[in-house]
């Protein structure tokens, strides 16, 4: 069974700080997305990261793929309270394409 | 932009009663899914459907679960006899295409409530 760890669960911090999620797994991926989710809603995606080593910046955000394809980080540099919300990450595998999910990080930007 | 469509947005039933969940996927999607959140824990696959069938289950997919594209627009998750544990947000996903870096597009959710 792959699996997805992230951490930390929870992270609350001032605005203007920066953060680090991290996503770990001892399976490789064939790609792996980021997904941002608000209450009420469904997971919206972020980034797709495909090749080992891929860096991938979206304004503040920078998402890396881990050289062996098993991990992936998610950085945000300078936190707004706008950031607030839950990031997920989702493995994709060869084999029929279906999602796996970590089971999240709730931040929290406090003005 | 194009969006998933699904309703209800909550639904409240009694434990044993069927439930029919339904999504309107983007329309030259080929791809469809279900996906489930209980509240709290992580957003886990249930199943993947394509050209009419289905292409890949997890074990949470019993026999109690069926879904359906009955009229080329909508595409259903049936829950025949709903339990206590499967109140959860489902939500429906369709992409464009299946492997490689697969882009999914989600529905706001439906909230299942069983009492």
């Known amino acids: 069974t792959q699996l997805l760890e992230q951490s930390p669960q929870f992270l609350s911090i001032q605005e203007g700080e920066n953060l680090t999620v991290y996503c770990n797994s001892s399976?490789?991926?064939?790609?792996l997305q980021w997904y941002r989710q608000e209450p009420g809603e469904g997971p919206v995606l972020l980034v797709t990261?495909?090749?080992?080593?891929e860096v991938k910046k979206l304004k503040r955000l920078t998402f890396q793929f881990g050289d062996a394809r098993k991990d992936s980080s998610l950085h945000i540099t300078a936190a707004q309270p706008g950031d607030t919300g839950l990031y997920l990450c989702?493995?994709?595998?060869?084999?029929?394409?279906?999602?796996?999910f970590g089971q999240g990080t709730e931040l929290s930007v406090k003005p | 932009e194009p969006e998933v469509t699904q309703t209800p947005s909550h639904q409240v039933t009694q434990m044993g009663q069927e439930v029919i969940l339904r999504c309107v996927p983007i329309?030259?999607?080929?791809?469809f899914y279900w996906y489930r959140q209980i509240l709290g824990q992580k957003v886990e696959f249930l199943v993947s459907?394509?050209?009419?069938?289905?292409?890949?289950k997890s074990e949470i997919f019993d026999d109690q679960f069926s879904v359906e594209r009955p009229d080329g627009s909508n595409f259903t998750l049936k829950i025949r006899s709903t339990k206590l544990e499967d109140s959860a947000m489902y939500f429906c996903?369709?992409?464009?295409?299946?492997?490689?870096?697969?882009?999914?597009?989600f529905g706001a959710g439906s909230r299942l409530t069983v009492l």
């Open positions: 996903a369709s992409s464009a295409r299946e492997s490689g870096a697969n882009v999914l597009t």
């Open positions: 399976s490789v991926f064939s790609s």
């Open positions: 990261v495909v090749t080992g080593g």
């Open positions: 989702a493995g994709i595998n060869n084999q029929g394409g279906k999602l796996i």
């Open positions: 329309s030259n999607h080929l791809y």
């Open positions: 459907f394509y050209n009419n069938e289905i292409s890949e």
